[in-house]
């Protein structure tokens, strides 16, 4: 069953966030993920719970290889990258 990674970021640092883009990109790539959304506009319909602000959304064939994906010694080198220019959410869910 395919699985999909979801991000919110808030960026406190958006010229400090591109190098951790433009190298976590080619990593899903290497997991077979597949970027569905990355960045673009949202229309909130409804907000009881939560408010996004930037949102990525990666596919990839199932919940073990996002997580795979996820803790991989080559997406953790970078993920400090992140955390150091932003506040985020991020979660696996399973889907169709």
């Known amino acids: 069953m395919p699985a999909y990674l979801v991000v919110d970021t808030l ?4 010229a400090g966030y591109e190098p ?3 190298q976590a990109k080619p990593i899903a ?3 077979g993920g597949e970027y569905l959304a ?8 409804e907000s009881d719970l939560w408010v ?3 949102m990525v959304m990666v596919k990839f064939a ?7 994906f996820y803790d991989s010694p080559e997406y953790q080198a ?3 990258i992140s955390k150091k220019s932003a506040r985020r959410t991020a979660f696996v869910l399973e889907g169709v």
Request: aromatic share 6%.
């Open 11 to 14: 960026l406190d640092d958006p």
């Open 20 to 22: 951790y883009k433009a």
């Open 29 to 31: 790539e290497r997991f």
């Open 38 to 45: 990355r960045g673009g506009p949202i229309t909130v319909k």
């Open 52 to 54: 996004p602000t930037r």
């Open 62 to 68: 199932d919940s073990e290889t996002a997580n795979r």
């Open 78 to 80: 970078i993920l400090p």
